[in-house]
């Protein structure tokens, strides 16, 4: 993984760096909007409010919204513009591979495979390599800070609901890497026969590449899809367990009900940012794989000039 983002920084330092002030930047302000709720709630529950004090704070909290905003428009059209740079790089560079291969060790088919799928999908993710995890874990930071400071035992329970996130997703990512590497093999021995014969010749070990690219998908969809019924799940009964201790703290005078609802939302605010690093991880990984087959698709001389460094 190391030598991905490696060749990914060597490739783009300096929008990386960009990128990387701007995703800070989004995750500073991730929990600006709970501090504005928490006191318009509590402003209208105490009988203190005056309707110039919720105006004012309904503009402030706006501000903050469209900021927020702006400056995730301008970091995604800033990472997605440099992803197709590097889609475009990456292309050039297995073209080189190829061209330079006085054997031609690798057929048209294989070829085609690298440039459309696998490098478009490493080139992709290149855009959003070090930004999207600045801004997610930044806003994970910002939210459960916010709780924590004002009711510590909420904030526990947000962290609660991450951790056993976080060890699952590590668990059942190894199996589904080795699964996505078995399927790239696959896939490219099946485009090779195909373009590199008469296809007929070969059509039976074709068809059961076919088959165990289903079986291999098959067991990844396994492994994601019951992945998410227990995050989903762990999410849930964090819901609940917010509602159930902040009601309580609530009562007992211990709290306001607009820590409660601040909290509540946090807490929804804390599974997007949960759900995209989880994902995040999932691609960075396999992602990791595709960019060691390609790496060693092509021998080593037409390596030494790889999509890292042909800026």
């Known amino acids: 993984m190391l030598d991905l983002y490696r060749a990914i920084w060597r490739a783009s330092a300096g929008r990386q760096m960009i990128l990387i002030a701007l995703a800070f930047a989004v995750a500073v302000l ?3 909007p709970l501090s504005y709720q928490k006191e318009i709630i509590n402003e ?8 110039e004090k919720v105006v004012w ?7 903050v919204i469209l900021l927020s905003l702006g400056l995730k428009w301008l970091m ?4 997605n513009t440099l992803g197709e740079d590097m889609i475009r790089l990456i ?8 061209t330079s291969d006085e054997g031609n060790s690798k057929n048209a088919g294989q070829v085609a495979t690298m440039v459309s799928a696998e490098a478009e999908e490493l080139g992709k993710f290149s855009g959003s390599a070090f930004s999207e995890p600045v801004v997610q874990i930044g806003t994970l930071i910002s939210v459960i ?4 400071s004002t009711q510590p035992k ?5 962290v609660l609901i991450i951790v056993p996130q976080v060890v699952v997703v590590l668990y059942t990512q190894v199996r589904v890497n080795t699964l996505i590497s078995k399927r790239v093999h696959v896939l490219r021995q099946a485009s090779g026969q195909i373009t590199g014969v008469d296809v007929t010749t070969l059509q039976g070990e074709v068809e059961q590449a076919f088959d165990t690219i289903f079986e291999t998908r098959r067991k990844i969809f396994h492994w994601k899809l019951s992945t998410k019924f227990f995050l989903s799940a762990v999410n849930g009964a964090g819901s609940v367990g917010v ?4 009601g309580a703290l609530v009562l007992r005078g211990q709290t306001d009900v607009g820590t409660v609802v601040a909290a509540t939302l946090g807490l929804g605010r804390l599974q997007a940012p949960t759900a995209f690093l989880i994902a995040f991880y999932r691609q960075v990984s396999a992602t990791r794989v595709k960019y060691e087959l390609l790496r060693s698709a092509f021998p080593k001389e037409s390596q030494q000039k790889s999509p890292a460094q042909s800026t």
């Open 76 to 79: 995604g059209f800033r990472s």
């Open 30 to 32: 991730a929990a600006a």
């Open 154 to 158: 909420l904030g526990l329970i947000a």
């Open 145 to 148: 800070g916010f709780i924590a």
């Open 44 to 51: 209208l529950t105490d009988g203190s409010a005056t309707p």
């Open 91 to 98: 292309r050039k560079a297995i073209l080189t591979g190829f």
């Open 243 to 246: 509602l159930m201790l902040g």
């Open 57 to 63: 704070l309904c503009v402030g909290m706006m501000a």
